[in-house]
């Protein structure tokens, strides 16, 4: 029977042991609902589990893993069937669909810078190669902004590697020049950053910023406080990895690069909620931008407020935070109307309104302005087919 003529048979080798891996398999769950159908094979299994043992006896069409072993990557190769990998780093990878680190990077880095912050670090108990690509694409973003960039130091394991121990983690945080933000490489290690700073007495986050990555909701909500991460568009990536493995199975030769999907928010909780500025006229004037910048504020209702000429808040804007409060006001704006477009049903001109822009074609415009693109095309770019707004 021709693969034209049956549903293709797909074998998803992805843990559904983190919130990372369960999303991919979503996305890749609603490629198939909407081009296929497919069967798709698949266990619950761990990112260490080791392959089926029936692997090469499977007669399938094929497969989207995660690999963290050469070997394992070695034998899905072997089968000959077409294979699209979400993690491994090795030279002989098939094409890969991942999110993008240098996206990831710039994100965390203007999170942090945008709370008042101009100290930085990166933190991560342990070393991998994703965990020191994470570092250098924070490291070239914090680098853009002239910023000081501090790093808990790690070597590859092998002889003579230390094994973690907190109290080094508290020394480092000592030793960190306060207020400091700290982008950690997922949201486990950014636990342990708050873990450390509770038995420290490190107040977070007016001392110690604390912002993760991967958006764990469960992990995110067991934090004290309530942990930041940045959203990896998991589902994005797995709808993306879906795609491709659907035309290879078409015959399509593989893409000569990698697959990078944007990351799509930082979720802001209270271990990142804070503005880090001595200057009292212009924290007041950044709060208030934030609480109510998509409410019709104006610039001028700004200066009134905190009591200044319209000139003077402005040098010290750009003195402090590298902006204007013009500036200032509509990244507020935009960032809102990108959560909008990405997680809810609502029209571009609905956001238009609910973001306080009084004039939709002067919304269109500022939005392909700050973005590069229109607020639709973004929205088609971002989002899963299909997904639910909550998503």
């Not at 007495?201 to 958006?215: E, H, S, T």
């Not at 991460?229 to 589902?235: E, G, K």
Request: hydrophobic share 40%; proline share 7%; with cysteine.
């Amino acid at each position: 029977m021709s693969h034209r003529l049956r549903s293709p048979q797909v074998m998803l080798l992805i843990d559904t042991s983190s919130v990372y891996g369960r999303e991919l398999i979503e996305g890749i769950g609603r490629y198939a609902a909407e081009h296929g159908p497919w069967s798709i094979h698949h266990e619950d299994r761990g990112l260490y589990d080791p392959l089926p043992p029936s692997l090469n006896r499977w007669p399938g069409d094929g497969i989207v893993a995660r690999s963290v072993r050469k070997a394992d990557l070695k034998k899905l190769l072997a089968t000959g069937l077409p294979v699209v990998e979400l993690f491994a780093d090795f030279a002989l990878s098939p094409p890969q669909v991942s999110p993008s680190e240098d996206s990831i990077g710039c994100l965390a880095a203007e999170h942090l810078l945008e709370r008042g912050l101009r100290n930085l670090a990166y933190f991560a108990s342990d070393w991998a190669w994703w965990i020191d690509t994470r570092r250098k694409a924070f490291a070239r973003a914090v680098a853009q902004f002239d910023a000081p960039c501090r790093y808990f130091e790690l070597q590859p394991s092998g002889p003579g590697r230390k094994r973690f121990d907190e109290r080094t983690l508290i020394r480092w945080l000592d030793g960190l020049p306060k207020p400091c933000g700290v982008f950690c490489a997922c949201d486990v290690y950014a636990i342990q950053v708050t873990n450390a700073c509770r038995r420290r007495d490190i107040a977070v986050p007016a001392q110690i910023a604390v912002l993760g990555v991967d958006n764990d909701p469960v992990v995110c909500s067991v934090s004290f406080p309530p942990l930041s991460s940045v959203d990896l568009n998991s589902r994005r990536v797995g709808y993306e990895a879906a795609a491709l493995l659907d035309r290879m199975m078409a015959g399509q030769p593989p893409p000569q690069k990698n697959i990078l999907v944007e990351p799509s928010r930082v979720v802001t909780r209270e271990s990142t909620d804070m503005v880090a500025v001595d200057d009292a006229d212009v924290a007041q004037a950044v709060r208030m931008i934030r609480e109510h910048a998509c409410r019709g504020l104006r610039v001028n209702d700004v200066v009134e407020a905190v009591g200044l000429s319209r000139r003077v808040l402005q040098q010290r804007f750009k003195c402090i935070l590298k902006r204007t409060p013009k500036e200032e006001l509509m990244r507020v704006q935009i960032d809102r109307a990108r959560m909008l477009l990405i997680q809810t049903e609502m029209s571009v001109e609905q956001i238009a309104k609910c973001t306080g822009f009084a004039a939709f074609a002067y919304f269109i415009r500022a939005f392909r302005r700050e973005m590069g693109v229109t607020p639709l095309t973004y929205r088609k770019k971002s989002r899963v087919p299909g997904s639910h707004p909550d998503l």
